[in-house]
């Protein structure tokens, strides 16, 4: 972005404005283009002839020129066309670059199925690590270990003699409140060493790979440069540190920060192909492709994950892409099918299949879960937004470490009485989808007479909950309370953490409550109006885990505002296309709830709290002012700061560049016309002017710098002049002071601009850059202009 500082500009002059290009073959003066010149003239050398390295790259922090990338991409595919014609080997080049997209997309999708993979496996075995370890493989989790003992009985399917609790191996038994203490202090222990361990790489290798990463993944979609967030080092301590930070008990989960993973693995491989490691727009396609491939390995949802890129991170989605994108998807889930971490042939943890129809009736429960799931969505960002901003103002935010482990600390003594804030939170959730069948010894599914009960499936009619049932739904408000409380504080600590988990939970807690609730009511009263037609006595009418699913889903939409890529995503989990309809219901009433009370999605607030310069794409831009409003220079400003066409020196250039901070600068015919010529960024022109000093003899302070077509002839005794036309804008956009700002802002949006010119009567009146508008619009808002903290 640029940023330009000025005042207005007085345009009192009659002076005639001459032309763009003096004609240098009149009045005495005669041109020579090139050689040694006639009347001694020092030969001139065009800069641009040949590419100068850095030329047309960006600075840490900038906004790239979308338009520019395009036409250099279409620039380059067309030379590439036309040299495929006169030989073999061209067009054999031509097509290798074809095809060599396709083959970025296999390489990301492998990547990332691949590291996905591993991350699953490691997570499940350091998670069962904190209760007990294997005596026959340390490496092997609790459900690896009892797969093959023939000691292992069926109902107590997790005890085997080869798993032994910490209690066990220090103490010899497992009973006992000592036994109890025992375990309880391992399972802390090893949870503040996860998390130590976690937030102490973060701290001393990478940065950048704390959080979720959607929302700087957005604005690094939108054309924004963070130079080192999709690295090598970031890559690998983040895929390090999300296994301890999930391993550690902490309420987070690992789907955002895989998007995250899987942009490093797009951003590192665009290294090995030309096209996209020199064409940032180009990288950006790939980097869309690559967070649908991290949704892809998180969910096991291909479709879902290209639909989320869409409609929720990716700024710039032409179709070539949106079918990359799939293809990527596809591969890196196959990947992780061949992997298979859970031992099921499934991609997650808590797929499920329903079998029992729902009723119309019950809509009205469902809609009640999106209601719930939009009112926890706004008070959950509010509320996080709030902590995260009192963690960047006050001394909290300079102890990170000490903050991670007082609420590991904290989430672990309180998780650990509590079986079902003890287990992970995807195991909890799958616990929470389950269709109570014949074969499930789980709490939730201990109903009176079960046993007794005879069906032709595995699924179990409606019967009166037993005393297990009732405990488990007491244990599941205590840590519903716990979950909507605690994931507060945790989103946004200096550790990898995903918010689809835990979101999701919170939700299929509530879900799985009011099931329940809805199951006995039907069962106690199935001769009421509203039951009597469709759940007869002994009947199959009322599927909890449905209610958890819905839930999940609606809780999610209110945090997320994802609508119909959330659909998809949780059809993919459940196989069922008949529940599309409660799934649709619940998450656009969430949508619809939470958007009445706060027009933010979580990720678009953290982008706001961050101050990045990012223009939100369903935003509206409702108010009635123009571009004179908003452009810069204002009338207490000083002069608008610009490179005239020809007779500036190199010195003047470099003082200008030295005593300003701008990002670029516009070429004027000359200061008293203000005839705009083009646009010159500061990086080219800084690389140019250093280029030319190392390999133009003769370059000094004194010598001229022209942006014309023509360079007119020097006196003999004058320094070799530098003709850096190559490297200005001839065609930068341009509005006139009228334009009304909602058109402006259109504008930005549609071909990502850095900056826009404004102009009266065809004369350079003022610049509008990105930062300008962001921080018209949050004054409009009545917030902070200032929250914008990048250029």
């Known amino acids: 972005m640029v940023e330009i500082a000025g005042a207005t500009l007085d345009f009192s002059s009659t002076d ?220 690998i301590i983040k895929t390090i540190t999300l296994v301890l930070a999930v391993s550690s008990g902490l309420s987070l989960g690992k789907e955002g920060p895989l998007v995250h993973v899987a942009c490093c693995c797009g951003n590192i491989l665009c290294h090995l192909f030309t096209k996209y490691r020199k064409n940032e727009a180009k990288r950006r396609e790939v980097l869309s492709a690559a967070a649908a491939v991290g949704v892809s390995v998180a969910f096991g949802a291909p479709i879902g994950g290209v639909l989320f890129s869409l409609e929720e991170v990716s700024y710039y989605f032409p179709l070539k892409t949106l079918w990359r994108s799939f293809f990527a998807a596809l591969v890196a889930a196959f990947t992780l099918r061949s992997i298979n971490p859970f031992g099921n042939s499934r991609l997650v943890l808590f797929y499920v299949e329903f079998h029992t129809p729902w009723h119309l009736v019950e809509l009205v429960p469902f809609i009640l879960l999106g209601i719930f799931g939009g009112i926890w969505g706004a008070f959950f960002i509010r509320a996080n937004i709030a902590w995260c901003r009192r963690r960047k103002t006050t001394r909290l935010g300079h102890y990170p470490v000490l903050e991670v482990l007082m609420v590991t600390a904290v989430t672990a003594i309180l998780a650990f009485p509590n079986s079902y804030t003890r287990m992970s939170t995807s195991e909890l959730i799958s616990e929470l989808f389950n269709d109570c069948g014949l074969l499930d010894s789980s709490q939730l599914c201990n109903y009176e007479n079960a046993t007794a009960a005879k069906s032709s499936s595995n699924a179990l ?64 009263n199935h001769d009421w109006v509203i039951f009597r037609s469709w759940c007869s006595a002994g009947a199959d009418c009322i599927t909890p885990g449905l209610y958890a699913m819905v839930g999940a889903a609606a809780c999610l939409g209110g945090v997320t505002r994802m609508t119909v890529s959330l659909v998809v995503i949780m059809f993919e989990l459940t196989g069922g296309l008949e529940y599309i309809v409660p799934l649709m219901a619940a998450t656009m009433t969430s949508k619809w709830v939470a958007d009445a009370l706060g027009r933010e999605g979580i990720y678009e607030a953290h982008i706001r709290l961050n101050g990045y310069p990012f223009l939100e794409p369903k935003e509206e831009f409702s108010h009635k002012t123009l571009a004179m409003d908003v452009m810069r220079p204002r009338r207490s400003d000083p002069p608008l700061s610009v490179l005239t066409q020809d007779g500036m020196s190199v010195e003047e250039v470099e003082t200008l560049i030295a005593d300003t901070s701008y990002s670029g600068f516009p070429v004027v015919v000359s200061h008293e016309s203000q005839r705009l010529v083009g646009f010159v960024l500061r990086r080219d022109l800084v690389i140019s002017i250093e280029n030319a000093r190392q390999r133009q003899e003769g370059v000094v302070s004194t010598s001229k710098i022209f942006f014309t077509e023509y360079t007119p002839p020097q006196p003999p005794t004058s320094p070799p002049p530098l003709k850096l036309r190559g490297i200005m804008d001839l065609s930068p956009f341009t509005v006139t002071d009228h334009t009304a700002m909602d058109i402006v802002v259109d504008i930005f949006r549609k071909l990502g601009l850095r900056q826009c010119l404004v102009t009266h009567n065809g004369r350079l009146l003022g610049i509008i850059t990105k930062k300008d508008i962001l921080k018209h619009m949050a004054q409009m808002a009545n917030r902070d202009p200032d929250s914008i903290l990048f250029n």
């Open 461 to 524: 009619p409606d019967r009166p909950a037993g005393h297990d049932v009732y405990t488990a739904m007491w244990q599941l408000a205590l840590a519903l309370i716990f979950k909507m409380l605690i994931t507060v504080v945790t989103f946004g600590m200096k550790v990898p953490s995903g918010l689809f988990i835990p979101s999701m939970a919170v939700g299929a807690i509530a879900g799985r409550l009011l099931g329940v609730g809805m199951e006995q009511l039907a069962y106690y």
């Open 16 to 235: 005639d404005v001459p032309p763009l290009d003096r004609d240098y073959n009149s009045g005495g003066y005669v041109y020579s283009g090139g050689g040694g010149g006639q009347n001694g003239v020092p030969k001139l050398m065009d800069l641009l002839e040949e590419p100068v390295p850095g030329v047309g790259t960006y600075e840490d922090f900038n906004t790239i020129d979308w338009v520019r990338e395009k036409s250099k991409d279409r620039d380059r595919h067309r030379e590439i066309a036309s040299q495929s014609k006169e030989s073999t080997w061209a067009l054999v080049k031509s097509i290798s670059d074809a095809f060599s997209g396709w083959l970025l997309m296999l390489l990301v999708g492998l990547m990332s199925g691949a590291l996905a993979g591993g991350i699953d496996i490691s997570a499940h075995w350091m998670t069962d690590l904190k209760e007990g370890v294997c005596l026959r493989g340390f490496w092997f989790n609790h459900e690896h270990c009892c797969w093959t003992s023939n000691e292992t009985t069926f109902q107590e399917r997790d005890k085997c003699p080869d798993w032994k609790s910490w209690a066990e191996l220090m103490i010899g038994t497992n009973e006992g409140p000592f036994a109890y203490i025992m375990n309880y202090l391992m399972y802390v222990c090893w949870a503040l060493l996860f998390a130590f361990l976690a937030v102490t790489l973060v701290r001393a290798f990478a940065p950048y790979a704390c959080g979720s990463g959607i929302p700087e993944i957005k604005t690094i979609l939108s054309g924004f440069i963070i130079r080192g967030y999709l690295g090598k080092w970031t890559l």
